[in-house]
T-cell receptor
Framework: AQTVTQSQPEMSVQEAETVTLSCTYD???????LFWYKQPPSRQMILVIR??????QNATENRFSVNFQKAAKSFSLKISDSQLGDAAMYFC???????FGTGTSLTVIP | NAGVTQTPKFRILKIGQSMTLQCTQD?????MYWYRQDPGMGLKLIYY???????DKGEVPNGYNVSRSTTEDFPLRLELAAPSQTSVYFC?????????FGPGTRLTVT
């Protein structure tokens, strides 16, 4: 089965603190891409970060970084120095034919 | 560039009615996708296209049809609307495994 699992329906973090969102996936392919998308209340899907499976180095985009464990099929997102604007739904996805997880709702506490 | 545009933004259909959701992109991307997002869930792939004249089923194609006569347009057709098709529909295009999403269409079938 080509599934993506996000086991944390809701998470909260204090402003300026760090939070990690979990994602596991299943695939029979050796080369693929992994993504984290942010969906604010506006519904717009915004790409946060992506990882190419053949690259060993974990991707980083400013305050966002991933911990990619290929053997464990795990792809977690770490948000550092959390800001109020980070509050949103976060979806993990596996490409190329895209499969999405059910999402994690992140609340940022002032 | 307008990116990916979708029309309409909102629509209410009666059971059994038909309609077409429009999607247009101006980035000359070959790959295009249709997703649905049910409340509290992630996106599920309905259909996708790898270029003009080529379409294929995704995870949840039943009740929908697509066509791709040009690179720019990828309309989604609902022939006999059912309450189970109440959802938010997203169109996306991609290049280099990065997806660009439209703003979504909220469809209610009553």
């Amino acid at each position: 089965a080509q599934t993506v699992t996000q086991s944390q329906p809701e998470m909260s973090v204090q402003e300026a603190e760090t939070v990690t969102l979990s994602c596991t996936y299943d695939t029979s392919e050796s080369d693929y891409y992994l993504f984290w998308y942010k969906q604010p209340p506006s519904r717009q899907m915004i790409l946060v970060i992506r990882q190419e499976a053949y690259k060993q180095q974990n991707a980083t985009e400013n305050r966002f970084s991933v911990n990619f464990q290929k053997a464990a099929k795990s792809f977690s997102l770490k948000i550092s120095d959390s800001q109020l604007g980070d509050a949103a739904m976060y979806f993990c996805a596996r490409g190329a034919q895209f499969y999405f997880g059910t999402g994690t709702s992140l609340t940022v506490i002032p | 560039n307008a990116g990916v545009t979708q029309t309409p933004k909102f629509r209410i259909l009666k059971i059994g009615q038909s309609m077409t959701l429009q999607c247009t992109q101006d980035m000359n991307h070959n790959y295009m996708y249709w997703y649905r997002q049910d409340p509290g869930m992630g996106l599920k792939l309905i259909y996708y296209s790898v270029g003009a004249g080529i379409t294929d089923k995704g995870e949840v194609p039943n009740g929908y049809n697509v066509s791709r006569s040009t690179t720019e347009d990828f309309p989604l057709r609902l022939e006999l609307a059912a309450p189970s098709q109440t959802s938010v529909y997203f169109c996306a295009s991609s290049v280099n495994n990065e997806q660009y999403f439209g703003p979504g269409t909220r469809l209610t079938v009553t």
